[in-house]
Protein backbone atom coordinates (compact mmCIF):
# COMPACT_ATOMS: atom_id res chain seq x y z
CA UNK A 1 0.00 0.00 0.00
CA UNK A 2 1.73 3.49 -1.12
CA UNK A 3 2.61 6.10 1.82
CA UNK A 4 4.18 9.01 2.16
CA UNK A 5 7.23 9.94 3.35
CA UNK A 6 7.57 13.33 4.19
CA UNK A 7 11.39 15.18 5.41
CA UNK A 8 9.08 18.67 6.82
CA UNK A 9 11.11 21.84 7.30
CA UNK A 10 11.56 23.34 3.88
CA UNK A 11 9.56 26.54 3.00
CA UNK A 12 7.45 26.34 0.03
CA UNK A 13 7.72 28.61 -3.25
CA UNK A 14 7.21 28.78 -6.89
CA UNK A 15 4.11 27.93 -9.13
CA UNK A 16 1.76 24.89 -8.99
CA UNK A 17 -1.38 24.81 -11.42
CA UNK A 18 -5.02 23.61 -9.47
CA UNK A 19 -6.72 20.96 -11.23
CA UNK A 20 -10.53 20.99 -12.30
CA UNK A 21 -12.98 20.70 -9.32
CA UNK A 22 -13.61 16.83 -8.47
CA UNK A 23 -16.77 17.71 -6.86
CA UNK A 24 -17.82 19.18 -10.45
CA UNK A 25 -16.00 16.67 -12.31
CA UNK A 26 -18.44 14.06 -10.49
CA UNK A 27 -21.75 15.22 -11.63
CA UNK A 28 -20.85 16.65 -14.85
CA UNK A 29 -19.26 12.92 -15.85
CA UNK A 30 -23.04 12.09 -14.33
CA UNK A 31 -24.76 14.57 -16.57
CA UNK A 32 -23.85 12.86 -19.53
CA UNK A 33 -26.02 10.13 -19.00
CA UNK A 34 -28.82 12.97 -19.75
CA UNK A 35 -28.58 12.58 -23.72
CA UNK A 36 -27.62 9.88 -26.15
CA UNK A 37 -24.88 12.37 -27.94
CA UNK A 38 -21.43 12.62 -27.09
CA UNK A 39 -20.43 14.94 -24.25
CA UNK A 40 -16.54 16.32 -23.85
CA UNK A 41 -15.22 17.72 -21.01
CA UNK A 42 -11.96 19.45 -19.97
CA UNK A 43 -9.89 20.28 -17.23
CA UNK A 44 -10.94 16.70 -15.79
CA UNK A 45 -8.66 16.15 -13.03
CA UNK A 46 -6.88 12.65 -12.77
CA UNK A 47 -8.01 11.49 -9.67
CA UNK A 48 -9.19 7.96 -8.35
CA UNK A 49 -12.67 9.09 -7.88
CA UNK A 50 -12.83 9.92 -11.53
CA UNK A 51 -11.87 6.88 -12.54
CA UNK A 52 -14.09 5.29 -10.65
CA UNK A 53 -16.94 7.23 -12.15
CA UNK A 54 -15.50 6.38 -15.40
CA UNK A 55 -15.74 2.58 -14.89
CA UNK A 56 -19.20 3.22 -13.48
CA UNK A 57 -20.44 4.59 -16.72
CA UNK A 58 -18.93 2.35 -18.94
CA UNK A 59 -20.35 -0.64 -16.63
CA UNK A 60 -23.64 0.54 -18.25
CA UNK A 61 -22.46 0.40 -21.44
CA UNK A 62 -21.66 3.82 -21.76
CA UNK A 63 -18.20 4.78 -23.99
CA UNK A 64 -16.56 6.89 -21.16
CA UNK A 65 -12.64 7.51 -22.01
CA UNK A 66 -10.10 10.22 -21.26
CA UNK A 67 -7.71 10.92 -24.29
CA UNK A 68 -4.65 9.82 -24.48
CA UNK A 69 -3.15 13.29 -26.70
CA UNK A 70 -4.51 15.24 -24.01
CA UNK A 71 -4.84 14.07 -20.86
CA UNK A 72 -7.15 16.53 -19.15
CA UNK A 73 -10.38 15.97 -21.71
CA UNK A 74 -12.61 13.20 -21.45
CA UNK A 75 -15.27 12.13 -23.81
CA UNK A 76 -18.47 9.86 -22.58
CA UNK A 77 -20.69 8.70 -25.42
CA UNK A 78 -23.99 7.62 -23.14
CA UNK A 79 -25.93 6.77 -26.16
CA UNK A 80 -25.15 3.28 -26.12
CA UNK A 81 -26.39 2.48 -22.77
CA UNK A 82 -28.04 -0.76 -22.01
CA UNK A 83 -27.96 -1.13 -18.30
CA UNK A 84 -29.40 1.94 -16.47
CA UNK A 85 -27.40 0.39 -12.97
CA UNK A 86 -24.68 1.02 -10.40
CA UNK A 87 -23.37 -2.15 -8.23
CA UNK A 88 -22.38 -1.96 -5.11
CA UNK A 89 -18.50 -3.10 -6.06
CA UNK A 90 -18.44 0.26 -7.60
CA UNK A 91 -20.49 2.85 -5.21
CA UNK A 92 -19.15 1.60 -2.16
CA UNK A 93 -15.46 3.16 -3.06
CA UNK A 94 -16.92 6.25 -3.70
CA UNK A 95 -20.30 7.55 -2.42
CA UNK A 96 -20.94 10.57 -4.90
CA UNK A 97 -22.04 7.26 -7.27
CA UNK A 98 -25.20 8.31 -6.22
CA UNK A 99 -25.33 11.12 -8.67
CA UNK A 100 -25.74 8.61 -11.61
CA UNK A 101 -29.55 8.18 -9.71
CA UNK A 102 -31.21 11.30 -11.44
CA UNK A 103 -29.96 11.31 -14.79
CA UNK A 104 -30.74 7.76 -15.20
CA UNK A 105 -34.38 8.05 -14.11
CA UNK A 106 -34.93 11.00 -15.87
CA UNK A 107 -33.42 9.66 -19.50
CA UNK A 108 -34.65 5.87 -19.08
CA UNK A 109 -37.63 6.49 -16.70
CA UNK A 110 -35.86 3.50 -14.47
CA UNK A 111 -32.51 2.95 -12.59
CA UNK A 112 -30.61 0.59 -10.03
CA UNK A 113 -27.95 2.26 -7.77
CA UNK A 114 -26.77 0.12 -4.80
CA UNK A 115 -27.12 2.56 -1.29
CA UNK A 116 -24.02 4.18 -0.28
CA UNK A 117 -22.34 3.05 2.73
CA UNK A 118 -21.89 5.68 5.62
CA UNK A 119 -18.26 6.78 5.61
CA UNK A 120 -15.62 8.07 8.11
CA UNK A 121 -16.92 11.44 8.20
CA UNK A 122 -20.57 10.66 8.78
CA UNK A 123 -23.50 8.90 8.62
CA UNK A 124 -24.72 10.68 4.93
CA UNK A 125 -27.99 9.33 4.22
CA UNK A 126 -29.41 10.52 1.10
CA UNK A 127 -33.14 10.91 1.73
CA UNK A 128 -33.47 14.44 0.14
CA UNK A 129 -32.45 12.76 -3.00
CA UNK A 130 -35.47 10.35 -2.49
CA UNK A 131 -37.83 12.64 -1.42
CA UNK A 132 -37.24 14.82 -4.11
CA UNK A 133 -37.59 11.99 -6.82
CA UNK A 134 -40.50 10.63 -5.30
CA UNK A 135 -42.01 14.33 -5.34
CA UNK A 136 -41.11 14.09 -9.17
CA UNK A 137 -42.95 11.09 -9.29
CA UNK A 138 -41.39 8.69 -9.16
CA UNK A 139 -41.66 5.09 -7.43
CA UNK A 140 -38.93 4.52 -5.67
CA UNK A 141 -38.15 1.22 -3.39
CA UNK A 142 -35.33 0.23 -1.39
CA UNK A 143 -34.38 -3.33 -1.65
CA UNK A 144 -31.54 -5.61 -0.70
CA UNK A 145 -29.12 -2.84 -0.57
CA UNK A 146 -30.50 -0.55 -3.80
CA UNK A 147 -32.46 1.59 -4.10
CA UNK A 148 -34.90 0.68 -7.48
CA UNK A 149 -36.69 3.73 -8.96
CA UNK A 150 -39.42 4.10 -12.05
CA UNK A 151 -40.71 7.16 -13.69
CA UNK A 152 -42.58 6.78 -17.28
CA UNK A 153 -42.20 11.20 -17.17
CA UNK A 154 -40.75 12.69 -14.34
CA UNK A 155 -43.10 15.81 -13.51
CA UNK A 156 -42.04 19.15 -12.20
CA UNK A 157 -42.67 20.46 -8.95
CA UNK A 158 -41.57 22.55 -5.77
CA UNK A 159 -38.97 20.66 -3.95
CA UNK A 160 -37.81 22.47 -0.80
CA UNK A 161 -34.84 19.95 0.83
CA UNK A 162 -34.63 19.34 4.97
CA UNK A 163 -31.12 21.02 4.85
CA UNK A 164 -28.71 22.00 2.24
CA UNK A 165 -27.43 19.31 0.23
CA UNK A 166 -24.50 19.34 -2.71
CA UNK A 167 -25.35 16.51 -4.38
CA UNK A 168 -29.09 15.97 -3.58
CA UNK A 169 -29.40 19.62 -5.21
CA UNK A 170 -27.01 18.71 -8.03
CA UNK A 171 -29.43 14.99 -8.71
CA UNK A 172 -32.85 16.71 -8.54
CA UNK A 173 -31.32 19.52 -10.90
CA UNK A 174 -30.23 16.76 -13.48
CA UNK A 175 -33.23 14.83 -13.16
CA UNK A 176 -35.32 18.24 -13.47
CA UNK A 177 -34.07 19.67 -16.71
CA UNK A 178 -35.53 16.58 -18.52
CA UNK A 179 -39.01 16.65 -16.41
CA UNK A 180 -42.54 17.38 -17.70
CA UNK A 181 -43.23 21.33 -16.50
CA UNK A 182 -41.48 23.21 -14.10
CA UNK A 183 -39.26 22.55 -10.97
CA UNK A 184 -37.92 24.99 -8.32
CA UNK A 185 -36.00 23.78 -5.76
CA UNK A 186 -35.78 25.59 -2.52
CA UNK A 187 -33.11 25.96 -0.02
CA UNK A 188 -30.80 24.64 -2.90
CA UNK A 189 -26.76 24.29 -2.62
CA UNK A 190 -24.84 27.21 -3.70
CA UNK A 191 -21.59 25.67 -3.84
CA UNK A 192 -19.70 27.03 -7.11
CA UNK A 193 -19.85 23.37 -8.47
CA UNK A 194 -23.45 23.33 -8.64
CA UNK A 195 -23.68 26.73 -10.87
CA UNK A 196 -20.72 24.83 -13.15
CA UNK A 197 -23.20 22.04 -13.20
CA UNK A 198 -26.21 24.36 -14.17
CA UNK A 199 -23.65 26.27 -17.07
CA UNK A 200 -23.12 22.66 -18.78
CA UNK A 201 -26.55 21.75 -18.70
CA UNK A 202 -27.75 24.95 -19.97
CA UNK A 203 -24.95 24.32 -22.69
CA UNK A 204 -26.49 21.08 -23.44
CA UNK A 205 -29.88 22.99 -23.96
CA UNK A 206 -31.28 22.68 -20.23
CA UNK A 207 -33.42 25.52 -18.63
CA UNK A 208 -32.09 26.64 -15.93
CA UNK A 209 -32.28 30.00 -13.94
CA UNK A 210 -31.02 30.93 -10.26
CA UNK A 211 -28.40 28.96 -10.15
CA UNK A 212 -25.97 30.01 -7.38
CA UNK A 213 -28.42 31.18 -5.22
CA UNK A 214 -30.95 29.02 -3.09
CA UNK A 215 -33.73 28.90 -5.63
CA UNK A 216 -33.04 27.18 -8.42
CA UNK A 217 -35.89 26.94 -11.74
CA UNK A 218 -35.52 24.31 -14.51
CA UNK A 219 -38.06 24.28 -17.25
CA UNK A 220 -37.88 20.79 -18.25
CA UNK A 221 -37.31 19.90 -22.17
CA UNK A 222 -37.99 16.77 -24.49
CA UNK A 223 -34.32 15.92 -24.82
CA UNK A 224 -30.64 16.92 -24.24
CA UNK A 225 -28.04 17.41 -27.03
CA UNK A 226 -24.66 16.49 -26.52
CA UNK A 227 -21.50 18.90 -26.46
CA UNK A 228 -18.83 18.09 -28.92
CA UNK A 229 -15.84 20.00 -29.93
CA UNK A 230 -12.30 20.49 -28.67
CA UNK A 231 -13.60 22.06 -25.19
CA UNK A 232 -17.22 20.73 -24.78
CA UNK A 233 -17.88 22.24 -21.00
CA UNK A 234 -14.36 23.06 -18.92
CA UNK A 235 -14.93 22.13 -14.96
CA UNK A 236 -13.92 25.04 -12.64
CA UNK A 237 -10.88 25.07 -10.83
CA UNK A 238 -10.91 22.77 -7.47
CA UNK A 239 -11.38 24.98 -4.44
CA UNK A 240 -10.51 22.95 -2.28
CA UNK A 241 -7.22 21.57 -3.66
CA UNK A 242 -6.42 25.60 -3.67
CA UNK A 243 -7.44 26.40 -0.20
CA UNK A 244 -5.47 23.27 0.68
CA UNK A 245 -2.24 24.70 -0.55
CA UNK A 246 -2.94 28.24 0.44
CA UNK A 247 -2.46 25.94 4.04
CA UNK A 248 0.71 24.36 3.04
CA UNK A 249 2.41 26.94 2.08
CA UNK A 250 1.07 29.54 5.74
CA UNK A 251 1.89 26.71 7.29
CA UNK A 252 5.80 25.97 6.20
CA UNK A 253 6.22 29.87 4.99
CA UNK A 254 7.31 30.73 1.49
CA UNK A 255 5.79 32.42 -1.66
CA UNK A 256 3.73 30.54 -4.04
CA UNK A 257 1.30 31.27 -7.13
CA UNK A 258 -1.42 29.08 -7.39
CA UNK A 259 -2.40 29.06 -11.53
CA UNK A 260 -5.63 28.64 -12.51
CA UNK A 261 -7.09 29.19 -9.08
CA UNK A 262 -10.46 31.19 -8.16
CA UNK A 263 -10.03 33.39 -5.86
CA UNK A 264 -13.70 34.07 -5.10
CA UNK A 265 -14.76 30.58 -4.88
CA UNK A 266 -13.05 30.78 -1.25
CA UNK A 267 -13.43 33.91 0.29
CA UNK A 268 -14.08 32.55 3.70
CA UNK A 269 -10.85 30.69 3.67
CA UNK A 270 -9.09 33.80 2.36
CA UNK A 271 -10.62 35.64 5.23
CA UNK A 272 -9.38 33.40 7.79
CA UNK A 273 -5.85 33.32 6.29
CA UNK A 274 -5.33 36.91 6.13
CA UNK A 275 -6.51 37.08 10.15
CA UNK A 276 -4.24 34.69 10.67
CA UNK A 277 -1.23 36.55 8.93
CA UNK A 278 -0.98 35.29 5.61
CA UNK A 279 -0.74 37.90 2.55
CA UNK A 280 -2.79 36.61 -0.08
CA UNK A 281 -2.97 38.36 -3.38
CA UNK A 282 -6.12 37.28 -5.20
CA UNK A 283 -6.31 38.23 -9.26
CA UNK A 284 -7.94 37.19 -12.17
CA UNK A 285 -7.03 33.48 -12.22
CA UNK A 286 -4.41 33.02 -9.61
CA UNK A 287 -3.75 33.42 -6.17
CA UNK A 288 -0.62 34.64 -4.50
CA UNK A 289 -0.18 33.18 -1.04
CA UNK A 290 3.30 34.89 1.27
CA UNK A 291 3.85 34.09 4.50
CA UNK A 292 6.59 34.68 7.15
CA UNK A 293 6.39 35.14 10.26
CA UNK A 294 4.41 32.54 12.59
CA UNK A 295 0.69 32.41 12.60
CA UNK A 296 -1.65 33.84 14.80
CA UNK A 297 -4.44 31.13 15.56
CA UNK A 298 -7.91 31.33 14.50
CA UNK A 299 -11.45 30.12 15.05
CA UNK A 300 -13.80 29.36 12.92
CA UNK A 301 -16.93 27.85 12.17
CA UNK A 302 -18.07 25.36 8.74
CA UNK A 303 -21.04 25.89 7.10
CA UNK A 304 -22.50 25.73 3.27
CA UNK A 305 -21.68 28.19 0.93
CA UNK A 306 -20.65 30.79 0.86
CA UNK A 307 -19.13 30.34 4.71
CA UNK A 308 -16.12 28.05 5.52
CA UNK A 309 -16.23 24.67 3.78
CA UNK A 310 -16.27 21.70 5.71
CA UNK A 311 -13.65 20.46 3.33
CA UNK A 312 -11.25 22.94 4.31
CA UNK A 313 -11.71 22.02 8.20
CA UNK A 314 -9.03 19.40 8.60
CA UNK A 315 -6.49 21.65 6.67
CA UNK A 316 -7.06 24.49 8.51
CA UNK A 317 -6.68 22.76 11.94
CA UNK A 318 -3.38 21.66 10.75
CA UNK A 319 -2.53 25.33 10.79
CA UNK A 320 -3.73 26.09 13.83
CA UNK A 321 -1.67 23.75 15.72
CA UNK A 322 1.83 25.47 14.94
CA UNK A 323 -0.09 28.66 15.38
CA UNK A 324 0.38 31.48 18.31
CA UNK A 325 -2.53 30.94 20.69
CA UNK A 326 -5.52 28.92 20.59
CA UNK A 327 -8.14 28.60 18.68
CA UNK A 328 -11.77 26.69 19.04
CA UNK A 329 -12.93 24.94 15.51
CA UNK A 330 -16.62 23.98 14.68
CA UNK A 331 -17.27 21.35 12.51
CA UNK A 332 -21.64 21.94 11.44
CA UNK A 333 -21.88 19.47 8.56
CA UNK A 334 -20.58 16.26 9.70
CA UNK A 335 -21.00 14.65 12.67
CA UNK A 336 -17.96 12.89 12.87
CA UNK A 337 -15.58 14.69 10.97
CA UNK A 338 -12.61 14.95 13.44
CA UNK A 339 -11.15 11.65 12.47
CA UNK A 340 -7.70 13.69 11.97
CA UNK A 341 -7.61 15.03 15.66
CA UNK A 342 -5.33 11.84 17.01
CA UNK A 343 -3.10 11.48 14.65
CA UNK A 344 -2.35 15.14 14.43
CA UNK A 345 -1.91 14.67 18.20
CA UNK A 346 0.35 11.61 17.43
CA UNK A 347 2.61 14.80 16.20
CA UNK A 348 2.49 16.56 18.96
CA UNK A 349 -0.43 18.92 18.45
CA UNK A 350 -2.46 19.82 21.27
CA UNK A 351 -6.29 19.29 20.51
CA UNK A 352 -9.41 18.46 22.74
CA UNK A 353 -12.94 17.40 20.80
CA UNK A 354 -15.45 18.11 23.16
CA UNK A 355 -18.71 17.25 20.35
CA UNK A 356 -18.77 19.19 17.42
CA UNK A 357 -15.72 21.58 18.63
CA UNK A 358 -12.51 20.68 18.69
CA UNK A 359 -9.78 23.35 21.06
CA UNK A 360 -6.57 23.84 19.68
CA UNK A 361 -3.48 25.16 21.63
CA UNK A 362 -0.92 25.95 18.80
CA UNK A 363 2.78 24.37 20.22
CA UNK A 364 5.92 25.64 18.55
CA UNK A 365 7.25 22.68 16.54
CA UNK A 366 5.40 19.12 15.69
CA UNK A 367 7.20 16.20 15.52
CA UNK A 368 7.50 13.72 12.52
CA UNK A 369 5.58 10.20 13.48
CA UNK A 370 4.38 7.93 11.22
CA UNK A 371 0.40 8.21 10.93
CA UNK A 372 -2.70 6.96 9.67
CA UNK A 373 -5.15 8.88 6.86
CA UNK A 374 -8.29 8.09 7.55
CA UNK A 375 -10.52 10.00 4.79
CA UNK A 376 -9.66 12.25 2.04
CA UNK A 377 -9.05 16.39 3.99
CA UNK A 378 -8.04 14.40 6.93
CA UNK A 379 -4.91 12.94 4.92
CA UNK A 380 -4.15 16.67 3.69
CA UNK A 381 -3.90 18.04 6.96
CA UNK A 382 -1.51 15.35 7.81
CA UNK A 383 0.43 16.18 4.71
CA UNK A 384 0.61 19.88 5.79
CA UNK A 385 1.49 18.85 9.45
CA UNK A 386 4.51 16.63 8.13
CA UNK A 387 5.27 19.55 5.86
CA UNK A 388 6.04 21.65 9.12
CA UNK A 389 6.80 18.40 11.46
CA UNK A 390 10.67 18.14 12.35
CA UNK A 391 12.08 15.35 10.82
CA UNK A 392 10.54 12.12 9.09
CA UNK A 393 6.85 12.01 9.01
CA UNK A 394 5.36 8.82 7.26
CA UNK A 395 1.31 9.33 6.11
CA UNK A 396 0.10 5.86 5.36
CA UNK A 397 -3.15 4.83 4.13
CA UNK A 398 -2.83 7.62 1.00
CA UNK A 399 -5.39 5.58 -1.52
CA UNK A 400 -7.97 8.10 0.71
CA UNK A 401 -5.80 11.01 -0.70
CA UNK A 402 -5.92 9.81 -4.39
CA UNK A 403 -9.41 9.80 -4.19
CA UNK A 404 -9.57 13.51 -4.53
CA UNK A 405 -6.12 15.17 -5.21
CA UNK A 406 -4.73 15.23 -8.31
CA UNK A 407 -0.83 14.56 -7.92
CA UNK A 408 -0.54 16.16 -4.78
CA UNK A 409 2.98 15.33 -3.76
CA UNK A 410 4.70 16.16 -7.25
CA UNK A 411 2.79 19.05 -7.11
CA UNK A 412 4.12 20.03 -3.87
CA UNK A 413 7.52 18.68 -4.94
CA UNK A 414 7.27 20.94 -7.88
CA UNK A 415 6.81 24.11 -5.02
CA UNK A 416 10.48 22.41 -2.55
CA UNK A 417 8.61 20.12 -1.00
CA UNK A 418 10.81 16.78 0.64
CA UNK A 419 8.10 14.75 -0.38
CA UNK A 420 7.66 11.51 -1.72
CA UNK A 421 5.60 8.22 -2.30
CA UNK A 422 6.98 5.14 -1.20
CA UNK A 423 5.45 1.42 -1.16
C1 LIG B 1 -19.06 14.88 -4.33
C2 LIG B 1 -19.35 16.06 -3.50
O1 LIG B 1 -19.76 17.11 -3.99
N1 LIG B 1 -19.12 15.95 -2.18
C3 LIG B 1 -19.31 17.10 -1.32
C4 LIG B 1 -20.77 17.16 -0.93
O2 LIG B 1 -21.10 15.93 -0.28
P1 LIG B 1 -22.64 15.57 -0.07
O3 LIG B 1 -23.43 16.12 -1.18
O4 LIG B 1 -22.68 14.10 0.21
O5 LIG B 1 -22.97 16.36 1.24
P2 LIG B 1 -24.39 17.04 1.57
O6 LIG B 1 -24.31 18.48 1.21
O7 LIG B 1 -25.45 16.23 0.94
O8 LIG B 1 -24.46 16.85 3.13
C5 LIG B 1 -24.78 17.91 4.03
C6 LIG B 1 -25.43 17.34 5.27
O9 LIG B 1 -26.74 16.90 4.92
C7 LIG B 1 -26.95 15.56 5.33
N2 LIG B 1 -27.84 14.92 4.34
C8 LIG B 1 -27.56 15.07 3.01
C9 LIG B 1 -28.38 14.49 2.06
C10 LIG B 1 -29.50 13.75 2.47
O10 LIG B 1 -30.26 13.20 1.68
N3 LIG B 1 -29.74 13.64 3.81
C11 LIG B 1 -28.93 14.20 4.76
O11 LIG B 1 -29.18 14.06 5.96
C12 LIG B 1 -25.53 14.96 5.35
O12 LIG B 1 -25.45 13.81 6.16
C13 LIG B 1 -24.73 16.13 5.87
O13 LIG B 1 -24.81 16.19 7.26
O14 LIG B 1 -20.98 18.25 -0.03
C14 LIG B 1 -20.26 18.13 1.20
C15 LIG B 1 -20.66 19.32 2.06
O15 LIG B 1 -20.19 20.49 1.51
C16 LIG B 1 -18.77 18.08 0.93
O16 LIG B 1 -18.10 17.78 2.13
C17 LIG B 1 -18.44 16.98 -0.08
O17 LIG B 1 -17.09 17.10 -0.50
C1 LIG C 1 -16.07 14.49 1.59
C2 LIG C 1 -15.55 14.70 0.38
O1 LIG C 1 -15.90 14.07 -0.76
P1 LIG C 1 -17.02 12.95 -1.03
O2 LIG C 1 -18.34 13.60 -0.89
O3 LIG C 1 -16.73 12.58 -2.45
O4 LIG C 1 -16.80 11.85 -0.04
C3 LIG C 1 -14.51 15.74 0.14
O5 LIG C 1 -14.28 16.06 -1.03
O6 LIG C 1 -13.90 16.22 1.11
Redesign the pocket.
Known sequence: MDKLLIHGGRRLNGDVTISGA??AA??ELCAALLTAEPVTLTNVPRLQDVNTTLKLLRNMGARAERSESQPDQVLIDAGSVTSPEAPYDLVKTM??SI?VLGPLLARFGEATVSLPGGCA??????????KGLQAMGAEITVEHGYIIAKARKLKGVRIT????????T?NLLMAATLADGETVLENA?Q?P?IPDLAEMLIAMGAKIEGHGTSKIRVQGVERLHGLAGPVGHRIVPDR?EAGTFLCAVAATGGDVVLKNACASHLEAVIEKLREAGVAIEAGENHIRVTSDARLKAVSFRTS??PAF???MQAQFMALNCVAEGASRVTET???NRFMHVNELVRLGARIEVDGHTAMVQGVEQLSGATVMATDLRASASLVIAGLVADGETIVDRIYHLDRGYDQMEAKLRGIGADIERVK
Not at 121 to 130: A, E, L, M
Not at 161 to 168: A, I, Q, W
Open positions: KNLPRALIGSRPVDQHITDMVTVTGEAEEIEYPTDIFE
